[in-house]
């Protein structure tokens, strides 16, 4: 297996090759469906009048709440979400219906002539507002340690702030898309842009009033996900599904960009208010936090969104006395929904304004404070411990951070910019070094499982079904890898399948940067039970037949079956290989061959072994199953073991922003993360790489602007700026962390996850900027707006400038 | 079998008769099942969708030029040569815009790369590898880096001469008159102006940078269509000793290169004004004829007192930049008059800088743009002055009282302060999605400032 593996459809990429949902050979008498939308942010629908609409031509049908014929429901946690609304438009644009055509032009302009009368009501459009008139969804939460009056109290210092932090668009570059069909035997088959088939495969179902037995989901691959399709493709599979039903023919929808900009949730923008307790080094004592989150009209995964912030809202710090409620707003908006960091990225974010804002106060250089507030192992009383209950296991981050000051010359760099910023009233740099520490696994325990079916067919062929998807993060690369290496076999002889519904049943979302470990484990295990069972075969032929073999083999990626006894759930293996010869054990598979392992030069070509198998009359096909080991939380606590490690990071931004404009650049970017034992490092790579893009965007250009009557307005590139190759720095250094101790936990080969992570490496670009703005002043608070568009700057250098 | 209504994609005559001509060419060519060109926004903004069209300079010369496929109608098509990514590997060899992609790790999700594949095969012909080549093309996985990359290595690989280079060297008649429905491409001026007396109710349309978005959107634009984009007379570019005459239909990408170096205003607007494939596409003309209040060239042209020129079925006048701009999208321009140049004077003398604030500094709309030209004396005493902005007003303006404030000063830091502060009120600029009104009346005063330390100190 080569580390610098590329990814295993680059070629179908870069030829045009590569198919999408919406690029599938159309079946004869395709459909395609267009929603009508409410102009209002909150009203009552008092009828809709479709006739006009049917009547024109090419027209089939226009799907309203009345043609469902299961349950109009598609919320995940809470049932709030219906398909279309019945009676009530919850947010501005919202699908009051669909049109179902033979073109999408057809469905469009019919789309127009659908009459919907309403009687506006008065809505709410920002957090403020739905916090003015308490409107929230389910309790608050709570997650706290020890005593915060106490700590607050007794602390010499403290000080409150708030601080609002903007949403995000997901702007994956394929926009939401389904294709929908009833095959011959009545079951529904879907093709779906969705992160979570499983799901959509349920939610289909349910929304059809038929059994999942009866849908069948799959995702070829997606142009991007980032959380986006975790549940929200759910409504448009939901709608192509019902449209297929209604009609008996196959139906499409593809969202146009404004409409999947309207139409679809995004990251939580977060308003957030604490008080914080301190000492003359700025130690941390005490922290009450309250963290609004704006859910939008319906629940989606706003609980373990939110759960996620008031869980990373330490970041890598260590406070004695802590109190985090949470809420979720009730807005008349999109839900908001996933996003890489799952509210992870705005917990965090507050975690470093309260530290940047200790350290201002104080006048003590931020980065010290950082350092002297990090969790840390082996200290009397343990600062090792987070405010839920759960230790930082394998905590390399002082490691890392220590590393990453000395490669990044940040104190060189520090004093070199003290004198560039003296010398330039109009201009100024800041440079900032930020941690992050983000727990892996999902926050819902039972997601935390995955399963895979490994069928190798007699001639030696394989093909690898796994319950993850594909969004370009390289998860099949990974576990191509992961089967190659574990058969012992070249990644030539796999062929991975489409993720589907009727391979792997049950699967999880590939979210929460877990989809390599678990369907890592997965494909491993099955991969142990086929090498147990062909194991016992090889040892016969090879005690019958030792046949003369003069190609030598390299000991590098020698697999015995079972030998990796760290692999958690192999039970297949170790039965089989007790049953055949003790031999079984020391049957070797690699470089395509089997051997004994003290008999190298007597081999067998993976295939004949494969044939001899199936002439035994042994299955070649096996599941894999995996569930990630001692999890435990109790959300009604706010405690438990929600996370099986933490991945570590860090980063190193320098910026240098225009006094005048408000305009900044980013000079030079210095990336230290830790991913394990890399499965794929060139995959590995580029998450870190286009995480930290990312979130970059997010913090600086993505500004999401609605109108008074919450209409979105930036609802397209042009008014709404993802990072462009412009805003990258030449200057661009990302190096894996090379961990001194082996770790504790047994990931998938000793990797890690980095799907999320380094998407918060981003907000030392954040902490870099205002750092400059505080070079404009002298003022002990440096409030920076989130996302820091330039307009957003040039506020913050003019109140710094007064202070 | 070529027809008036043919092209060529692929090296392959395809007839366009029957096709609904304010289609995309993006959503034509997805309807003949080539999806490896993608719909990422379908406004020109993503690049997701970018073709490489054949365009002959003036030289005669062929060259290829990425553009956005969402944007171009294919009534604009007859005649033109189009390359789409399916057309690059030859079976299993992939091309060295392709293959750089691979090997760097290039691609993630997919999506946006044979976008960025054809910005790439551009750009290894017309020798432009640089951040410049790619900024028209939005990812959203990998962060540009492994692009970058990729496009410094296929920069620094001999040039191979392969099919594409002997296609472009093939002699080319000029493009020759056509219309497919309802969308004419008359190839001279007269031309034009007749249809459109046949035609009043039909729309001129350039590069289709603008409305180009409308018809991707699906919104009703014309019953029917006049093309400039194959005009001669609209092609030509006279640089003389005291003016330079700008044909209104040259892209801008041409005035870039062919004028480089002779007005700052210039060189300092258009490598922010757009990407390369609006750029390619996009005119002086068209932008003066949309009369966008942001229109990041008018304030260089009101900046330089430049002149329009204007041709109508009453014959051809002349009308001064100052005097062009009349109301909230609206012109001195008559209905049925075309925009056929503009001029540009060079004096000597003029210190001049544009500037453009967006909320990102690539491939954004303005939030405010301004572009200044001031003369000094010996005693830095302002001898002329010329403050010209988009984005503050209902049209392109110039700042007249803090223009009549500066007049006659020694220009020091208290005249500056004072001029920052009377460009301050000067306007009364809109709130809106790109940002508040009191940050466009900030930056009308201190992007002055900032001209007055970057070119006057």
Known sequence: M?????????????????????EQHPPAGLLSLYPVQAPHAHARILAIDTAA????????????????????????????????PADHVSYFGQAVAWVVADSEAQAMAAARQVKVEYEALPALLDVHAAIAAESFHLPPARVERGDVSAGLAAATHRLSGELLIGGQDHFYLETQACWASIDSEGLVQLVSSTQHPSETQHMVAHVLGIASHRVVCRCLRMGGGFGGKETQANPFAAVAALAAWKTGRPARVKLHRALDMQLTGKRHPFFARFTVGFDDDGLLQAARIDLVADGGWSVDLSPPVLMRAMVHVDNAYFIPHVEVQGRIAKTHLASNTAFRGFGGPQGMVVGEEILDRVARFLGLPVDQVRERNFYREGCTPDRNQTHYGQPVVDNHLPELWAQLRTSSAYDLRRAELDAFNREHPQRKRGLAITPVKFGISFNKTEYNQAGALVLIYSDGSVQLNHGGTEMGQGLHTKMLAVAARTLGISQSRIQIMVTSTDKVPNTSATAASSGSDLNGQAVKAACETLLARMAPIAAASLRVHPLPNPSPI????????????????????????????????????????????????????????????????????????????????????????PFYYFAFGAAVCEVEVCGLTGVHSLRRVDLLHDVGDSIAELIDRGQIEGGFVQGMGWLTSEELRWNAQGRLLTDAPSTYKIPTVGDVPEDFRVDLFRRSKPPSTNVIFHSKGVGEPPLMLAIAVREAIRDAVAAFGDARVVELASPSTPEAIYHAIVKVRGA | MTSSTSFTLNGKPVDLAGADPTQSLLRWLRGQRLTGTKEGCGDGDCGACTVAMVETDGAGRAQYRAVNSCLLPVGALPGREVVTVEALAEGDR???????????????????????????????????????????????????????????????????????????????????????????????????????????????????????????????????????????????????????????GVPLSRLEQELAGLFPLLDDMLPWFAAKQVKNRATFGGGLGSASPI????????????????LGPNGARDVPAAAFFLDYRLTARSEDELIVAVTLPRRAGLVTASYK???????DISIVAASFALALDGERRVQQVRLAYGGVAATPRRALRTETLLHGQVLGDAVVEQARASLAEEFTPLSDHRADADYRRALAGNLFVKFVAEKLA
């Not at chain 1, 080569?2 to 919406?22: F, L, Q």
């Not at chain 1, 006894?565 to 170790?574: A, D, H, K, N, V």
């Not at chain 2, 229109?295 to 204007?310: F, R, S, Y």
């Open chain 2, 357 to 363: 604030v967006a909320k990102r500094q690539t491939d």
């Open chain 2, 94 to 248: 992939l091309h060295p815009a392709q293959q750089v992609l691979v090997d760097g790790a290039g691609s993630q999700c997919g999506y946006c790369t044979p976008g960025f594949v054809m910005s790439l095969f551009v750009g290894s012909h017309d020798g432009d590898l640089s951040d410049h080549c790619i900024e028209g093309n939005l990812c959203r996985c990998t962060g540009y880096r492994p692009i970058r990359d990729a496009a410094r290595r296929l920069a620094a690989q001999p040039v191979v001469e392969d099919r594409f280079h002997q296609a472009l060297a093939e002699p080319r008649a000029a493009l020759a008159t056509s219309a497919l429905g309802a969308f004419h491409n008359p190839t001279t001026l007269a031309e034009a102006l007749a249809l459109k007396q046949q035609l009043p109710q039909a729309s001129w349309i350039a590069g289709a940078t603008d409305l180009g978005v409308n018809l991707s959107r699906g919104q009703p634009v014309a019953p029917a269509f006049i093309a400039l984009d194959r005009i001669a007379e609209l092609q030509q570019l006279e640089i003389g000793e005291h003016a330079v005459r700008i044909g209104a």
């Open chain 1, 554 to 641: 390299e000991g590098e990626g020698l697999k015995t079956p079972g030998s990796d006894r760290s692999s958690p759930l192999s039970p297949g293996g170790r039965e089989v290989g007790r049953e055949g010869a003790d031999e079984a054990a020391d049957i070797v598979f690699a470089d395509d061959r089997v051997f004994h392992r003290d008999r190298p030069e007597h081999s067998l070509a993976f295939h004949d072994v494969v044939r001899s198998t199936y002439n035994a009359r042994v299955s070649l096909a096996a599941t894999g199953y995996y569930r990630t080991p001692g999890l435990s939380w109790d959300p009604k606590l706010g405690r438990g073991h």
């Open chain 1, 53 to 84: 609409a049917r009547a024109l031509p090419g027209v089939h049908a226009v799907l309203t709440a009345a043609d469902i014929p299961g349950t109009n429901d598609l919320g995940p946690i809470v049932h709030d979400e219906p398909v279309m």
């Open chain 1, 2 to 22: 080569s580390k610098a593996t590329t990814h295993e459809s680059a070629v179908g990429h870069v030829s045009g090759r590569a198919i999408y949902a919406d």
């Open chain 2, 295 to 310: 229109g990041d060239l008018a304030p260089i042209l009101l900046a330089l007192d430049g002149d329009v020129h204007l």
